[in-house]
């Protein structure tokens, strides 16, 4: 799939902005039985820290 959703890419680069690219951020497609695209994942991960 070529095609990437400006959404998740906005997304992407603002947490990485505030995390000060300490954040995780995964994408995986999701397919069902017959390999079809049927979604997309996110998974953040972001470090917790008492900095407050």
Known sequence: MSHQ?????????RLN???QN???IDF???KNEKGEA???RAEIL???TNDF
């Open 22 to 24: 300490k954040c995780k």
């Open 28 to 30: 995986i497609d999701l």
């Open 38 to 40: 049927t979604g997309t």
């Open 5 to 13: 959703s400006m959404g998740m890419r906005i997304t992407k680069d």
């Open 17 to 19: 902005l505030l995390s």
């Open 46 to 48: 972001i470090p917790i």
